[in-house]
């Protein structure tokens, strides 16, 4: 792998900068998937604590991208759709982010105790040490397994708004968890199938570049299968409506349809990969349309 030199002498950094550590697209999901566990509760919080509680969750996963760019600044800096952040651009010294995520993590779980319970704050912290600890430094350069196992540091939030709201875990914020951590390989498959170059060029053993495009388009599909599962289960438990299930069939079989054309494209060039792209593009709008037909599913019984 090549080697990276990061500027020792950063430029000083901006506001803006600081907002880009905590990776605000990805944020957006984690933040909605934590509001409608909390929404899905049968319990009803007061709007300033239910409030507090998504701004610990933003917060927490802000602070676990700001720690995760902090450690792999060297590898941001190789691949082309990462070279323009903070870090590898030079705009922050990597001492400045180490102090930002830490600081901004411990403010999160603190508020969170105080404000809420210490059983969601415990699963904030958990959260966050699992995505920094086990994925960022443990599993991302050593396995193309790292999605598969990290792919739980995502799936925290739905029990943590669960747990912000009524104290206690449950079976409905469990399937969530499941639902999230089985949606995350195919969704990150999809995407590093046409960007495997950059993790190539900076030495990530993603599946696609250790084993293939094929092995990893097979994957993809079986992921999905158990996915759909673990999305309808809760219909057929008695833990939600029609709405939630009648939407999470039709929304599984979309994602089955378009795992399946995956499966059968052949193309290695990213420009003939647009199965892959039409697969990852819904496979975040699955996840937004699942947990608001859950939400809608609670506030309409």
Aim: contains cysteine; proline residues 7%.
């Amino acid at each position: 792998m090549a080697s990276v030199t990061i500027k020792a002498e950063a430029l000083p950094a901006d506001w803006r900068d600081f907002v880009a550590l905590t990776k605000p697209r990805v944020m957006t999901l984690v933040v909605f998937t934590g509001l409608c566990g909390l929404l899905a509760a049968p319990v009803t919080i007061h709007p300033v604590l239910g409030f507090t509680a998504i701004l610990c969750i933003a917060l927490g996963a802000g602070a676990a991208a700001a720690l995760n760019q902090w450690y792999e600044a060297d590898l941001d800096a190789l691949m082309k759709r990462t070279a323009a952040r903070p870090l590898p651009a030079g705009r922050m010294d990597k001492q400045s982010a180490l102090h930002f995520g830490v600081g901004l993590g411990a403010f999160s779980v603190l508020l969170m105790g105080l404000a809420l319970n210490w059983l969601a704050a415990a699963i904030l912290a958990a959260s966050i040490l699992y995505y920094v600890i086990i994925y960022t430094v443990w599993l991302k350069r050593r396995t193309p397994q790292n999605i598969v196992i990290g792919g739980g540091a995502g799936s925290f939030p739905p029990l943590i708004g669960w747990a912000a709201a009524t104290g206690n875990v449950a079976v409905l914020p469990v399937l969530l968890f499941l639902l999230i951590f089985l949606w995350t390989p195919p969704h990150f498959w999809a995407l590093s199938l046409f960007v495997r170059t950059d993790y190539a060029a900076a030495g990530v053993p993603m599946l696609p570049v250790v084993a293939g495009p094929k092995t990893t388009r097979n994957q993809i599909l079986l992921y999905t299968i158990p996915m759909g599962i673990a999305a309808v289960l809760p219909w057929p438990l008695g833990l939600s409506g029609p709405i939630y299930g009648i939407a999470a069939v039709a929304l599984s079989l979309v994602f089955l349809f378009l795992a399946i054309r995956v499966y059968r494209n052949d193309a290695t060039e990213a420009a003939a990969m647009r199965p892959e792209k039409k697969l990852f593009a819904f496979s975040v709008i699955y996840l937004f349309a699942i947990f608001g037909a859950l939400v809608l599913d609670r506030w309409m019984i």
